[in-house]
């Protein structure tokens, strides 16, 4: 069901490469509640070719771009503000990666410029797209930007490897330019803190469907699914969200406020009762 909540406004949605991702589902429901945008990912990611159907389906012009490069995003900024005759009203950061997870390399053996990559490709992007729309005054006032972020940027999760630093940090910038871009232009900046999700960036996490069913049995609402996640980026792109800044938001299904919950409970005492000795002799710590 649609409410209209985005009906007039125009946006940028980076990150969509298949209809598994975050954005493809933001940009779906974008669609349905109004709004026009642009969509930008990477030359790679126009290669699927799978974002050509999103852009037909929601009639959006793509703006491939490399988010780590100033001068693209530059240019996806420019375009859609020539595409809109205006400036954008939200921003949807939804770009992750990291080779050291790709290459399986753990976090005490990390090689140091993939984890450069990972940092400027996951976190340091947000703050060029900040940098550049602030430079080019293109959000309108009390236009709203949002980031994907998870909760391995406060707590040590098995596996999330240097991409957990790199959240930190994402999480970090959105605080420091909310203070600027509220200050100077009544614009919000946020982070949403999502459940695992099974899409091409979620599957390369280690363990992704054990710490799935973890955090299911964690959280009194279950794991959050990208369609929710969508619906929450809609209502902090709406008017109804126009006090909310320089938060990281917690989209969890109640997970980050647990310490234990029967069902893991229950799932644990039930591994307690198998033969552990074989379990133990299986476990590879890094
Ligand atoms: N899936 C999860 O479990 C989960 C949980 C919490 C947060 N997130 C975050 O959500 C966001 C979206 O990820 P997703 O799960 O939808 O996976 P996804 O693989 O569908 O999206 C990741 C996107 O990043 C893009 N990207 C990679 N390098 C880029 C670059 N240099 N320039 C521009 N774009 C680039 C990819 O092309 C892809 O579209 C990421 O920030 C991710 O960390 C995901």
Known sequence: MAYNLLKGKKGIIFGALDEKSIAWKVAEMAHEEGAEFTLSNTQTAMRFGEINQLAEKCSATIIPADATSTADLTR????????????????????????????????????????????????ISFHKMLQVANKLDAINEWGSVVALSYIAAQRTLYGYNDMADAKALLESIARSF??????????????????????????????????????????????????????YCITLFSDLTRKVTMQNLFHDGGFSSMGMSLKAMNMYNKSMSCDCDDVEENIVED
């Open 76 to 123: 996806v900024f420019e375009e859609s503000m020539n595409i809109f005759g205006g400036k954008v009203d939200f921003v949807l950061h939804s770009i992750g990666m990291s080779l050291n997870v790709r290459k399986k390399r753990v976090y005490n053996d990390l090689n140091h410029d993939f984890f450069m990559k990972t940092l400027d490709i996951s976190a």
């Open 178 to 231: 909310g203070y600027i871009y509220g200050r100077e232009k009544r614009i919000r900046i946020n982070t949403i803190s999502q459940s695992p999700t099974k899409t091409t960036a979620g599957s390369g996490v280690k363990g992704i469907d054990g710490l799935m069913d973890f955090t299911d049995r964690m959280s009194p609402l279950g794991n959050a699914t990208a369609d929710e996640c969508a619906g």
